[in-house]
């Protein structure tokens, strides 16, 4: 278990950290059910844990609709899960959709690109992100008007989400999963500053913004658990310090000496997987909580997280820049 380290948590604010203390769980990767007959859909499902993630859900005989960027590199990666598969005597369904979480247009028509045959969506994994460490990290996203990392973590995903509820709503038993980070951590004190998504606030690091966007991943979930929560499960996951592509600019940087237990991709998404597959989630009612690895059902996370008026107030911006945009 990781020794915490007391490290600036937000603007203003100190945290020990202990992202890093993992807790082992009757859930893993051997234990995944047959998900024979049920459909997936995995956000950047072409690296990291996306990847592992689709790959295990494939594994298992889940139909997977992964959300990539680029062709190439999606029709690759399936190439892989193929293999995987097949290594194991199953045929993988797998198929891919081009798509940029920061491209409004692009998530507005998303339901036009999913396979014809398609009449339900049994899980939804919300796990692209970005994480911009760049010395001039704060960009604007040109669709949305937005921080890039705001843009493409929490308002892609909300827009995508609305897009599919009808489809989600029309399975037995849906899942969302969106995954979030410990980095919450690491938002502004006030939760969002929504004045600084438009024009940067000089106080923000770039993991400021970055916590902000992952605050806002579990807000929305949150207000998500509210409208449908009593018909979908819905439920934000911290897939633990991750040696991704995504990450790796962050685990070589100065304060790389506070990221211990490091753990692959395959085992970043094993509390994804949890929250997506685990016949816990039902038997035991798990909605709007904040899952850990290995699968643990924790409170460790930023209370603001909790705030009802806030995670309102958010859906209610995420709705009027949509308006705003795509009128």
């Known amino acids: ?3 915490s380290v007391t490290v600036a948590a937000s603007a203003g604010d100190n945290k020990p950290y202990s992202g890093t203390n993992y807790f082992p769980s009757a859930f893993s990767l051997n234990t995944i059910p047959s998900l024979d007959g049920l459909t997936a859909v995995v956000t950047g499902g072409n690296s990291g844990i996306g990847f592992e993630t689709s790959k295990h859900l494939a594994l298992n005989g889940a139909r997977v609709i992964i959300t990539c960027r680029s062709s190439a590199k999606a029709q690759d990666s399936i190439a892989k899960i193929e293999q995987a598969v097949n290594e194991v005597n199953r045929t993988a369904r797998i198929e891919f959709i081009v798509l940029d979480l920061a491209d409004l247009e692009a998530v507005k028509v998303i339901t036009q690109h999913l396979p014809q045959d ?4 049994d899980i939804l994994v919300c796990n692209a992100g970005i994480f911009n460490l760049d010395a001039n990290f704060f960009q604007v996203s040109p669709s949305s008007g937005l921080e890039s990392m705001f843009a493409v973590n929490h308002l892609g995903h909300f827009f995508l989400t609305l897009q599919l509820m009808p489809l ?17 951590w690491r938002a502004p004190l006030c939760g969002i500053d929504f004045d600084s998504l438009t024009v940067r606030n000089p106080s923000f690091t770039s993991r400021h913004y970055y916590g902000q ?12 658990n509210r409208r449908y929560g ?20 962050l685990f070589a940087s100065a304060q790389a000496s506070i990221y211990t237990n490091i753990l692959s991709a395959e085992q970043g998404a094993i509390a994804s997987l949890f929250a997506a597959v685990s016949p816990d989630i039902v038997e035991n009612g798990v909605k709007c909580s904040y899952i850990i690895p290995f699968g643990v059902v924790s409170t460790d996370h930023n209370p603001i997280a909790n705030d009802v008026e806030l995670s309102k107030r958010l859906w209610e911006f995420s709705e009027s820049i949509l308006s705003r945009v795509l009128e």
């Open 213 to 224: 966007s992952k605050l806002a991943n579990m807000l929305f979930a949150a207000e998500l």
């Open 230 to 249: 009593h018909q979908v499960y819905v439920n934000s996951v911290h897939p633990g310090n991750v040696a991704t592509e995504m990450t790796r600019d």
């Open 1 to 3: 278990m990781a020794a």
């Open 118 to 121: 398609l009449k339900s969506i």
């Open 168 to 184: 989600i709503l029309a399975s037995s038993s849906p899942r969302i999963v969106m995954v979030s980070s410990y980095g919450t």
